[in-house]
């Protein structure tokens, strides 16, 4: 299996514009989670999906920020208007759910993005 | 208070050093208790997986579980330049998929 697939790796923009960012899960797996890492916070749980259903949106900064899975191997991110304090890597995970367990969920290569 | 505190370092040791790496947490709930490694420029991956209190080994590193201290350790022997990464401790409780990541803490390896 090639992993959780990220794009675009890079992406640079101006404060003002949409962003959009991309994620293939693992085949079979029935979680997605979306993260933003920054030196400042860390790591931090934005939404996460079970079987292409939002289950927690809680970690969502703000309305400017979306997401969507259509199906089972695709997930988008959504910032809409940017602005620089959205600057940080972010990371698309996925996992298979167990009976009664957390499952080990597995991490793309992130999206570094920055917004000038 | 967050849920889970991780020193974030950095911690600097040389080479075939013991390494030890802790993270406190506040929800008795957690039940599960992961250590990832994240290289830089890299996306986590996972290292140690353990259920409950209790010790586990692998090869050169072992997790450590205190439940009754809401404590965790990962241990690190003869440490090599190639552990040189931040590492973040997470868990989970049971019924929830979701992970709650400590802020990682930066370790460089000295050769």
């Known amino acids: 299996d090639a992993g959780v697939i990220q794009s675009p790796r890079h992406e640079v923009t101006e404060m003002g514009q949409e962003v959009t960012l991309r994620c293939k899960p693992i085949?079979?797996?029935?979680?997605l989670f979306w993260y933003r890492q920054t030196m400042m916070r860390g790591l931090e749980l934005l939404i996460y999906?079970?079987?292409?259903?939002?289950?927690?949106d809680s970690g969502m900064p703000e309305d400017r920020f979306s997401a969507k899975m259509p199906n089972a191997s695709f997930s988008t991110l959504k910032i809409q208007p940017s602005e620089p304090r959205d600057s940080a890597v972010y990371f698309c995970?996925?996992?298979?759910?167990?009976?009664?367990?957390?499952?080990?969920?597995?991490f793309g290569p992130g999206t570094r993005l920055l917004v000038l | 208070q967050k849920e889970v505190e991780q020193d974030p370092g950095p911690l600097s040791v040389p080479e075939g050093a013991i390494v030890s790496l802790n993270c406190t947490y506040s929800?008795?709930?957690?039940?599960?208790f992961m250590w990832y490694r994240q290289y830089s420029r890299k996306g986590p991956e996972l290292l140690m997986y353990?259920?409950?209190?209790g010790n586990k080994e692998d090869g050169r590193f072992t997790a450590q579980v205190d439940k009754s201290s809401k404590y965790i350790s990962l241990f690190i022997r003869d440490s090599q330049p190639s552990d040189s990464a931040t590492y973040l401790c997470?868990?989970?409780?049971?019924?929830?998929?979701?992970?709650?990541f400590g802020q990682g803490t930066r370790l460089t390896i000295n050769p």
């Open positions: 995970a996925s996992s298979l759910g167990g009976s009664g367990g957390v499952g080990t969920q597995y």
């Open positions: 085949s079979g797996h029935d979680y």
């Open positions: 999906f079970n079987n292409n259903v939002p289950i927690d």
């Open positions: 929800n008795s709930a957690f039940q599960y």
């Open positions: 353990t259920y409950s209190s």
């Open positions: 997470a868990m989970g409780a049971g019924g929830a998929q979701k992970l709650v």
